[in-house]
């Protein structure tokens, strides 16, 4: 049984689709840049290698024999892993293969292409690939959800086609690794702006490689595209790889089984700290903790001129490029305490010493804030600040003078910012839902998850302002929160297991919303009656659990006719939600039904790190028994990957082997450890709090491995 794993072990199913199918295109990134793995054999999108962006343009759309590849009407299958991607299909007489990477080290990606004649007849094969760009530069943040791409500028070289914005200030430089005809293309630019659907990006031009094959023959060509914000630097980037194309297909196989065995390694080069290692018994306990940390890994983001010098992006690969959301970095937070602890203090003194009630999150191009502001945000800081200081011990950081103040002070801040959003009642209304859900329209105002936060920040700060020995600090806000959670309770409906929204006219709208089961759950179970407790969890069970996923919003729920975005509304879940509903399960008092929920919730880790929303199964057709991830087009609007996936790692650490360490102490409370009833001999190795490296077995010993 392997500890640590490999690019195989995280390999998606292979799916095989038709044109158009309801399959969202897959992502790969080199920690430099990402590109989007297009339906087609060859086609790529999306290539952005900051500063240099291309918006969602395609490039690469391949013909065979000058017929377009796409029109042969044959399904083409994609086997993804975090290195690559293969893309295979079948024509008659004809097999082709591709492997797609992003090249290790290199503001480029890579496609291994192969043509293997299956006839009795020998043949001549042209392959042409159809190339375009739209790189462009920007001065300032990206504050769109598409990156910026500009009409591009072609000419002709040797293997190669060479785009450049107008300003010549950045850079795509595209072609093949063999002798090959290059011509621009014989379509006039337009005059006008065009949209995609009418005209689309412009052609360039195309290369095409002339493939000989005798029968049962195999032959290959490579496909790069390199990005600059020079033309030297964008062409020696293509040369470098274009020199020997499979071994840098081979170097990206070695390059991802570094970072993911680095990440669970003790003093490794790649990140600041590291995860414990997963010893069980159970695939699907291990298979949803290696998508946890995958999908964090995953967005890491290294580029020249990242004003952090790392960061970690949200989304990827079609929407909020460079861009790190405050909510849902928080929704990994544990991961980040755990796995990058030095880069998640610069992030978070970043974000303290910015305004956070302007923006939902900050660019890592300028550093400069993006979007309005979500509600979540005072809740999401304090649990950041909260989980770093609990793993790291770095109690350091509350002294720190950033935007004028103390950070303990920014804590206080945070803990008390509800009060100045108080109506005529004691709860904060968080207005309407662009601040919220954004597409559950009765999800507004005052509302149980947030408030109920409210109460878990209040007892958060004031433990932490205790461990400092601040105790009349820490009595007056345990006392603001002694008073609120009555209020936050008296939202609940009785006997429906949910809660109301209330309204500024005081009308009380029934919410049968999985947020507020996660976030009430995880805040003040322990202030619920059994009977409240014990509805709540037969709710869930009842209308938002489904087999491999589950609903936000029960179906039962009027709301549900409003909006067909999957990451909130009846038809399946953003990525974070059910492993945040699991541990509402268990502070509730019902960890039987989160781990009988695992083999179902494992299945939908079958397509790669989570995506931004899975459909539920009444929605979609499973993809093998996995929760399909929705696509990026509308009316959804998902992207194909969201780092919210760290939520996996924090169900496994913290609720299942209940890990919880406490401000200004030196054990490690393991009393709420539930992981025995699934696997008895489990065991976390290498946690680390503090200086302290600790084995956490099932049945709740600490054991240290050495100080350091």
Same mark, same amino acid.
């Given at each position: 049984m392997r500890l640590i794993p490999t690019v195989d072990d995280l390999a998606a199913d292979p799916a095989t689709h038709h044109y158009d199918d309801m399959v969202a295109p897959s992502g790969l990134t080199n920690f430099l840049g990402t590109?989007?793995?297009?339906?087609?054999?060859?086609a790529v999108s999306a290539v952005t290698f900051p500063p240099v962006s291309q918006g969602l343009t395609r490039t690469a759309a391949c013909f065979v024999d000058g017929r377009l590849l796409e029109s042969y009407g044959a399904p083409i299958t994609h086997e993804w892993r975090p290195d690559r991607v293969r893309r295979s299909v079948t024509l008659p007489g004809l097999d082709l293969a591709t492997v797609t990477v992003c090249a290790p080290g290199e503001t480029a990606i890579a496609i291994d292409i192969s043509a293997t004649n299956t006839g009795d007849r020998p043949r001549a094969v042209p392959i042409t690939l159809s190339l375009a760009a739209g790189a462009a530069r920007s001065e300032g943040a990206w504050l769109d959800a598409v990156a910026p791409e500009e009409r591009n500028r072609a000419t002709a070289g040797e293997r190669r086609l060479a785009f450049t914005d107008r300003a010549g200030t950045a850079w795509s430089v595209? $072609? *093949?690794d063999t002798a090959a005809d290059v011509r621009l293309s014989g379509i006039a630019p337009m005059a006008g702006e065009h949209e995609t659907g009418i005209g689309g990006i412009e052609r360039g031009g195309e290369v095409t490689v002339h493939l000989e094959l005798a029968p049962g023959q195999t032959a290959r060509f490579g496909y790069v595209h390199a990005i600059g914000t020079t033309a030297d630097a964008a062409n020696a980037a293509f040369d470098r790889v274009a020199a020997d194309l499979p071994a840098v297909v081979a170097a990206a196989e070695a390059f991802w089984n570094r970072q993911l065995d680095a990440a669970?390694?003790?003093g490794n080069e790649e990140f600041s700290g590291h995860l414990p290692v997963l010893e069980t018994s159970s695939q699907a306990l291990r298979r949803l903790y290696w998508w946890?940390?995958? $999908? *964090?890994?995953?967005?890491?983001?290294?580029?020249?001129?990242n004003v952090l010098g790392r960061s970690y992006d949200t989304l990827m690969p079609n929407y909020w490029a460079t861009t790190t959301f405050i909510w849902d970095y928080s929704l990994s937070s544990t991961a980040h305490a755990l796995l990058d602890p030095a880069v998640m203090k610069r992030q978070l003194r970043h974000w303290i010493d910015s305004d956070i009630h302007t923006h939902f999150g900050t660019s890592s191009l300028t550093g400069s804030p993006v979007g309005r502001w979500y509600s979540v945000n005072d809740h999401a800081m304090t649990r950041l600040v909260h989980d770093y200081l609990r793993y790291t011990r770095d109690t350091a950081l509350l002294d720190e003078t950033l935007g004028g103040r103390p950070v303990r002070e920014h804590l206080r801040e945070w803990a008390l910012a509800w009060q100045s959003l108080r109506g005529s009642g004691p709860l904060a209304d968080y207005g309407e839902i662009d601040n919220l859900l954004e597409c559950v329209s009765s999800?507004?105002?005052e509302v149980a998850s947030l408030n109920a936060a409210n109460v878990w920040n209040l007892r958060t700060v004031a433990a932490i302002l205790a461990a400092q020995g601040d105790t009349d600090g820490a009595a007056a806000l345990a006392a603001e929160?002694?008073?609120l959670v009555k209020a936050v309770a008296d939202l609940y409906l009785p006997g429906t297991g949910h809660f109301a929204a209330r309204q500024p006219d005081g009308t009380r709208v029934p919410v049968r919303h999985v947020y507020d089961f996660s976030v009430v759950g995880t805040s003040i179970a322990a202030d619920l009656d059994e009977g409240t407790r014990a509805e709540m969890v037969a709710f869930f069970r009842r209308e938002l659990q489904t087999e491999a996923w589950l609903r936000s919003l029960s179906p039962w729920d009027p709301d549900a006719s409003f909006s067909p975005r999957p990451d909130h509304q009846w038809n399946g879940a953003y990525p974070a939600w059910p492993a945040d509903a699991a541990r509402s399960l268990v502070a509730l008092g019902a960890p039987e039904a989160a781990l009988d929920w695992l083999p179902g919730l494992a299945r939908s880790a079958n397509q790669?790190?989570?995506?931004?929303a899975h459909f539920t199964e009444e929605a979609m057709p499973a993809v093998n028994g996995g929760a399909r991830k929705a696509p990026p087009q509308l009316p959804y609007i998902i992207d194909w990957a969201c780092s919210s996936a760290g939520a996996y790692a924090a169900l496994v650490i913290e609720s299942f082997f209940g890990v919880d360490p406490k401000p200004g102490s030196d054990g490690l409370d393991t009393s709420k450890s539930c992981i025995a009833a699934l696997d008895p001999h489990a065991v976390l190795r290498g946690l680390r709090i503090g200086d302290r490296l600790v084995d956490v077995h099932a049945d709740g010993r600490v054991i240290d491995q050495h100080a350091t």
């Open positions: 590109a989007r793995v297009d339906h087609d054999l060859t595209q $072609g *093949v669970f390694r003790p946890g940390a995958l $999908g *964090v890994i995953w967005f890491r983001r290294d580029f020249e001129g999800y507004t105002h929160a002694d008073a790669g790190p989570p995506g931004q």
